[in-house]
């Protein structure tokens, strides 16, 4: 029970149909880490800049659940954080990116302290493969490493890329991504050539179709909960992975997570992200307990006894 | 158990990435016939011309299942069967119509015979929702009535679809079909605002991401089954609810159908639809059997089981 995130801390600021949000806390490694601390403590590796304001840093410092650990985060002085600034149209499952300032982001790794190496699970949130690779080395004993990646990679990084999926047990990317690193239009053809480049598992995002299982003992395909409510899609993709990752690591991850494992594990990523998306940034996780995401998932568990 | 079905009867011409079926049969009621008949007998009304080919009556003959009454198929002396050509791209989700003969459906209604006169369940497939109304005055004694539409109707035909609308139990529809209809991206919000035009359930046809349904009772949304063989889509929302009403019919329905009898019809909608789309026309669904139906549904209960 020692999971691991690394990824990035970003300054967000976004506007979807139904509002605006300015200059509020996100990024990869902080969506995950709230989604996953509400079933395992969480560390977490990441650089922001001298500019984070310090009522981020409570935030981080006051998430509900296991809490997260942040040795890892690196204030770093000098630098500026990570900004995006986006725009999600009426439909909410399509956004432009009306801005990146990739700040922090584009200079050198974050540091992982030393009481950290002996990390069992690591999840390697979307940035540079070689990044990836190279924070990955860090942690000798892990059990169980999933990373997740994006077209950007999937376009000007492949070999990159490839080296990665020879040394992690399992991929999370979405629908489109997919399609791309595998020329595979059907995602179940699309994630079994994912296995054949490493991986065990693969789990495709479809976001509002909600998300798919392909795994050497079977297929899975899982809806997203119904959401009738959808104010900010940010960090869908970023706290389903938590969910996922958090339920996995507070369980045993010295063998391979089984079929039914990772579909448990799927169900509760599904049940985190339909909460994180009724409002902006962190503001509904903050709000929420495990005995929320369990109502949930019971919900959801009935929805689904066919 | 009284399954009635109109709509259309077609001589389909259909090209895929996986190959090309010139002139074969296809139709809504077709395919819906042929999914509702391992439930249930059912009752068909439709006209085709006098070119419909033998061979294709002799299908429907034999269909597997319970079969299919033809006592309403027309062949019209001197009509054309109505024709359609569609081509689909390497994403399977979207097709073009590239030629479209409407033939006898430009013509006269079908004649409903008198003895269906006491059809219990009505299914109306995609027509001008005049032509539906008209239809279902004929089945006095209807328990439970559910239509299917188009985005042409809801375009052009809007006050007949309206009143239709108020007639029937249930519709059945794609999403852009229901955004379309109720002016709401939402999902949920679409299906609810139907809910307010009359019928007491939506069920939202979503392809290859599955299917929902919104109830005063509850929301359910499944997933398809994770198809990996796509060789033809044609007839796979016409099949889903072939399946859905097949199983509704074959118990009582007397009373409106339960939130959870309505979620086990989906699920064989969705299992009948999954062999549909692994061959082209009906060529799957004739070599099936309820016992390989049954099969699927125990899996894809499995796989649901979270």
Same mark, same amino acid.
């Given at each position: ?15 979807? =149909? ?29 650089? !922001?800049?001298? @500019?984070? =304001?310090?009522?981020? %840093? ?37 956004? @432009? ?6 700040? /922090?982001?584009?200079?050198?790794? =974050? ?6 190496? @002996? ?9 540079? &493969? ?16 999933? !990373? ?15 080296? #990665? ?24 053809? !699309? ?28 297929? /899975?395909?899982?809806?997203?909960? &119904?959401?009738?409510?959808?104010? @900010? =899609? ?20 010295? $063998? ?7 579909? $448990? ?20 996780? #903050?709000? %929420? ?14 929805? %689904?006894?066919?």
């Amino acid at each position: 029970m020692s999971l691991i995130v690394t990824g990035s801390i970003g300054i967000d600021t976004i506007e979807t =149909p139904t509002g605006k949000a300015p200059e509020v806390l996100g990024g990869s490694v902080v969506y995950f880490a709230a989604a996953a601390s509400f079933f395992t403590p969480v560390r977490l590796v990441g650089a !922001a800049g001298e @500019d984070f =304001p310090p009522a981020f %840093l409570e935030t981080l410092k006051h998430l509900p659940g296991h809490g997260v650990d942040l040795a890892g985060l690196e204030l770093r002085k000098g630098s500026k954080t990570f900004r995006w600034t986006g725009l999600y149209h009426a439909n909410m499952n399509v956004r @432009d990116t009306v801005e990146v300032q990739l700040n /922090v982001l584009a200079e050198k790794l =974050p540091k992982v302290p030393p009481a950290y190496q @002996d990390s069992r699970q690591v999840f390697l949130a979307n940035t540079h &493969p070689a990044g990836q690779i190279e924070l990955l080395q860090q942690f000798p004993k892990a059990e169980l490493v999933v !990373a997740d990646t994006m077209d950007l990679w999937i376009n000007n990084e492949k070999p990159a890329l490839l080296a #990665l999926l020879q040394k992690v047990h399992g991929l999370v990317l979405n629908d489109s991504e997919a399609a791309l690193l595998t020329s595979e239009t059907n995602l179940v053809k !699309a994630a079994q050539a994912v296995l054949k480049l490493g991986p065990r598992f693969t789990v495709i995002k479809k976001g509002e179709h909600g998300s798919m299982l392909v795994h050497g003992d079977g297929i /899975v395909a899982l809806p997203a909960w &119904p959401a009738e409510a959808v104010v @900010d =899609p940010t960090g869908a993709g970023d706290s389903f992975a938590g969910g996922m990752m958090g339920y996995l690591a507070a369980g045993d991850t010295r $063998k391979p997570p089984t079929l039914a494992a990772l579909r $448990k594990a799927m169900a509760y990523g599904t049940v985190v992200a339909s909460f994180n998306i009724e409002a902006f940034s962190l503001e509904r996780l #903050l709000q %929420l307990s495990r005995a929320d995401l369990d109502d949930r998932l019971a919900a959801y568990t009935r929805m %689904l006894a066919v």
